[in-house]
């Protein structure tokens, strides 16, 4: 995931707005209760959703320019949007109290229920303390957009925004053990700022849980699954159990492998130092397939040298016409020019191939608007989040993607991912308000990785991508290791977030130790630490998008779990027959009619109920992913025997 994916969650509930990462929000002014004091629920339900759709645009809007646009003017509309969106949204929650017992329709329980249950940022009752909330979520969330590592503070040349730091660490092969270091840590000082402003953001939205008749913002957030909070919590350790010895697997391989190429430094007490797995967070390992690669020789699978390529070729192409139509070479402000040109040209031939496989299934193309409003590129003039993120703009049919989109295997995936969030819009717009979500939010990042996994040689080789597919022992367990350095590398870090914030949320993990613990927990699941002392000082989880973003990030760890159930399932639906990992549904209608219709449900019923239209179970399965890994699993049991595997994890954690 591109992680995937995010997005200021400040305003109305996620229930009402699934944004792919990101959520949004409604504004307006609430109607005084008093006016309707008569309503049946039904008229309650639907006036909520009349006016919720109503006051969306403008609130999305504001969110738009906020990501896009960043500087003060921004986000002061941002930020009273915001603030405009969660006093209605409260208002509808202490209205909808007076239908409290009531015998209510199927679909009206529901919409209460969302209502309530939606809210990823729970609006305190006092005034002044929602206004200050929403000004710190925006100021949070800019300052993160915004961020760069500046080594000389009096030379702004000097500074590296995240796209520049990103290359860095991307490049293992070629860059040293301290320019990894030194980057790594670079980006990580723009959060240090965050911390105090991040205390009082936690304090000001347990105030507005409470308000709720929560415990706190964590007991919330684990309430929207419809089972309860504490069987949410162990079904996730339940699932995280069944995969765990998978990923144990990968981790010993890395390790040891890292230890190959730099020595004692390859690990940090049994643990994979941070700044060594070619991405920020430790999240994604991808950028490692140089040095973990299974079979050298194979039919290559990088498909960044092609992408590279034809970005490359639209360049010349475009310097020809130049010249042709000048009658010179071009200047070096033209060249630069030029070659924005060539990005965004590629960067949209990567969404229009993205596109036809969604196509393929018999899903609508992307509406014109997309085409003229999306942001495919880093603008030159202005600061942006460069997080990949996919925007319902209205609630019917004005769909975006915010990406700032590279030539290179991590934005092609992502893309892949972005557009599973766009096509689930386009499929339930036509649902009440408070039905426009996925039937949980892992299913929402689910649904476009579930299209990567169908991403295989055969289907890049068609592209033109790769080099024809190679049938041997050798080419499967390379493949697989491809996609495991995206999908299993994640899974532990998608449990990790939330578990710190749940502690942070219900007090056990108290202000003074906020590093620690994010770092205990990180040894914990990931088996990753860091290569220098992180003290007190520094604000590391403000470094992850998702943090300042307030983006709960579970739903990230489910979508790793469903989205190989769902592939399962469409792979069953297109009448493959066959090993899991060869299957592509590409071009199947009937598995493209299957996942149309989930996607058309929204979030009308449990999840329990889509799941199980789908998949024919109610139940979430991490089996599937072990069925799919079973050949690279076996593989790195055999190269792991005899090597030094595990970690010893902090005390307590």
């Known amino acids: 995931m591109k992680p995937q994916r995010a997005l200021l969650a400040l305003a109305v509930a996620a229930s009402l707005i699934a944004v792919a990462g990101c959520n949004q929000s409604g504004g307006g002014t609430a109607t005084t209760g008093s006016d309707h004091a008569n309503e049946t629920a039904d008229q309650f339900v639907a006036r909520v959703n009349k006016e919720m759709r109503a006051d969306y645009i403008e609130s999305t809007a504001a969110q738009w320019l906020s990501e896009t646009y960043i500087n003060d003017d921004s986000q002061v509309l941002a930020s009273k949007a915001n603030e405009r969106a969660l006093v209605k949204l409260g208002e509808y929650v202490e209205e909808a109290k007076r239908f409290d017992g009531q015998q209510l329709s199927p679909d009206t329980a529901r919409s209460l229920q969302l209502l309530r249950l939606g809210i990823t940022v729970p609006p305190p009752k006092n005034a002044e303390h929602l206004a200050e909330l929403t000004q710190l979520g925006t100021k949070l969330n800019g300052e993160y957009g915004a961020g760069k590592f ?260 991590d934005s092609y995936t992502t893309i892949y991912h972005e557009l599973g969030h766009v096509y689930y819009y386009l499929a339930y717009q036509k649902s009440p308000a408070l039905f426009q979500n996925g039937a949980n939010d892992g299913f929402h990042e689910a649904i476009g990785d579930t299209i990567v996994l169908s991403m295989t040689p055969e289907y890049l080789n068609s592209l033109g991508l790769v080099d024809k597919p190679t049938v041997s022992n050798e080419a499967v367990i390379n493949d697989q290791m491809r996609m495991a350095l995206a999908k299993v590398s994640f899974l532990p870090f998608g449990l990790m977030i939330d578990r710190w914030r749940w502690g942070v949320f219900d007090g056990s993990i108290k202000p003074e130790n906020y590093n620690q613990a994010w770092w205990d927990l990180k040894a914990k699941y990931q088996g990753v630490a860091p290569a220098t002392a992180r003290g007190e000082n520094f604000f590391d989880p403000g470094a992850k998008y998702h943090v300042p973003g307030n983006t709960p990030y579970t739903r990230y760890f489910l979508s790793h779990i469903l989205q190989f159930q769902f592939y399962k399932s469409l792979c069953d639906a297109s009448g493959f027959k066959g090993p899991l990992y060869q299957c592509s549904f590409f071009k199947s209608p009937e598995a493209g009619q299957r996942y149309s219709a989930m996607l058309a449900k929204g979030a009308s019923q449990p999840w329990q109920q889509t799941m199980k239209e789908l998949t024919g179970s109610e139940q979430l399965d991490g089996s599937a992913v072990l069925e799919y890994f079973a050949p690279l699993k076996s593989w790195l049991e055999t190269q792991n025997k005899g090597k030094t595997c595990g970690w010893e994890p902090p005390k307590g954690v």
């Open 150 to 409: 500046c080594p000389d503070a009096n030379n702004p040349a000097t500074c590296q925004d995240i796209g520049q730091i990103e290359d860095v660490l991307a490049d293992t092969a070629h860059k040293s053990y301290d320019e990894q270091l030194r980057a790594w840590e670079g980006w990580h000082t723009i959060s240090v700022p965050m911390r105090q402003d991040y205390r009082r953001f936690v304090e000001l939205s347990n105030e507005g849980a409470r308000d709720q008749g929560f415990a706190n913002t964590g007991e919330l957030w684990r309430s929207g699954y419809d089972m309860k909070p504490a069987d949410f919590q162990a079904e996730t350790d339940r699932l995280w159990g069944q995969v765990k010895p998978l990923y144990d697997q990968l981790q010993c391989y890395t390790k040891n492998k890292l230890v190959e190429k730099y020595g004692e430094q390859g690990e940090v007490r049994g643990m994979i130092p941070a700044h060594l797995t070619g991405n920020l967070w430790q999240q994604d390992w991808s950028n490692l397939w140089p040095l973990l690669q299974p079979y050298d020789g194979v039919a290559k699978l990088d498909i960044t040298a092609a992408l590279q390529k034809q970005r490359n070729e639209k360049y010349v192409a475009l310097v020809a016409e130049f010249i042709k139509a000048n009658g010179h070479d071009p200047s070096a402000n033209d060249s630069i020019e030029i070659g924005r040109a060539a990005d965004l040209a590629q960067a949209k031939a990567m969404v229009r191939e993205a596109e036809s496989f969604y196509v393929s299934l018999g899903m609508p193309k992307l509406p014109d608007s997309f085409w003229d409003k999306a942001q495919f590129i880093q603008p030159r003039d202005r600061d942006v989040v460069c997080h990949a993120s996919a925007w319902p703009m209205t609630m019917d049919g004005d769909v975006r993607i915010k990406m700032c989109i590279k030539p290179d295997e």
